[in-house]
């Protein structure tokens, strides 16, 4: 009797010792998550610093969260997206932000290091051999030293912005 008593003693034990092995596991796994980028809130981070321009975003279980900060201040916005936000540095001085919205809508937008910046539904830009294609009236609202990081594209004439016949000269497609 006494040695039934002692083997399923042994087996307590065990349980505790294997309980004890997968907690150390646990906890390795959460450690490493936050090593990883994950804050302690489940809050998942993302940050990119562009010359003088920054962005940071975080992702929540109910949305998501960046800042944009620059010379002419700092934008937050929130929102349920299905992709994004994604950022990107071109030239150090060009911040790229796009996203895609539940509803299916994705947007483009371009911060300057002067403290201007543009956007447009992501259906109007392209990207071809790793550079964006914007639509060529873009290029009249975007300042001189910035305007070779991109090219340009005539697909969008509209009545209300038309597309100067000199212009044409500069789109690819």
Known sequence: M?????????????????????????????????????????????ALNCGV???????????????????????????????????????????IVEFTSTAGHSFFDAYFADGTNIGYGRQQVDRRGGRFVLPIQAKARIAEPYRAAFDYHCRLDMPADPIRPAARADCIF
């Open 53 to 95: 321009l920054s962005a940071e975003s975080s992702r929540t279980p109910k949305g998501s969260r960046w800042t944009i900060a620059g010379p002419s201040g700092k934008a937050t916005e929130t929102g349920t997206l299905r992709s994004g936000p994604r950022f990107e540095c071109i030239d150090g001085a060009i911040l």
């Open 2 to 46: 006494n040695d039934l008593k002692r083997a399923g003693g042994a087996r307590h034990r065990g349980l505790f010792q294997a309980g004890g092995a997968a907690g150390l596991l646990l906890l390795t796994l959460a450690l490493a998550g936050q090593a990883q980028g994950q804050a302690a809130n489940g809050a998942t981070t993302n």
